[in-house]
């Protein structure tokens, strides 16, 4: 789902292997679902995410009832946060520019990455069952959520830019394997 999507995102997205179809940002669950997608990816994008939310949200509720692996990134990650009922806050200064250290808890590695944003996910706001996957090694802020037994994540920086060079790719191929273990 295209908030404003880089055109790089859609380049590792096929270089994993995944057949992309495009949709506007005002898709409904019922037309992003009318495709039979084996997974949904949810774009960066400008804004603030309350006003993307207004209508985001009630699609990414929707398509969360099918089952579906989705992936997001920056104002993805945002609303995919909204959708799961947290809270995102207007941070002072942002994020912006390459060289961001960003810890995945999963895993203990610390990633270099890039980052663009004005808004965080409320990492004290998370609900039951939403885990916060990366935190921000500059403030603390959240940078990433997965739900606990399903194969919905997100973070909020940028692994198509790869300012490590290739230190998030992972979470391209991570999605593909999800939706390659559905099918």
Do not use: W
Not at 35 to 59: C, K, Q, W
Not at 112 to 128: C, E, K, R, W
């Amino acid at each position: 789902v295209d908030f404003g999507a880089k055109r790089n995102i859609l380049r590792c997205l096929a270089s994993v292997g995944c057949d992309v179809t495009v949709l506007p940002a005002t898709a409904t669950a019922e037309e992003v679902l009318a495709h039979d997608p084996d997974g949904v990816f949810l774009s960066n994008g400008p804004g603030d995410p309350a006003a993307t939310g207004a209508y985001a949200v009630p699609m990414i509720r929707d398509v969360l009832k099918a089952d579906l692996p989705v992936f997001g990134i920056c104002l993805g990650h945002q609303m995919l946060a909204l959708a799961l009922g947290a809270r995102t806050v207007k941070m002072n200064h942002g994020h912006h520019g390459a060289n961001h250290p960003v810890k995945d808890h999963d895993t203990g590695k610390v990633e270099i990455t890039s980052m663009n944003h004005g808004f965080a996910v409320d990492g004290q706001s998370l609900p039951d069952g939403v885990v916060e996957s990366h935190v921000s090694l500059f403030d603390g802020s959240n940078c990433g959520i997965r739900l606990a037994d399903r194969p919905v994540f997100s973070v909020q920086h940028h692994p198509e830019a790869s300012p490590g060079p290739q230190d998030s790719f992972y979470l391209f191929e991570k999605f593909a394997a999800c939706m390659a273990e559905r099918a």
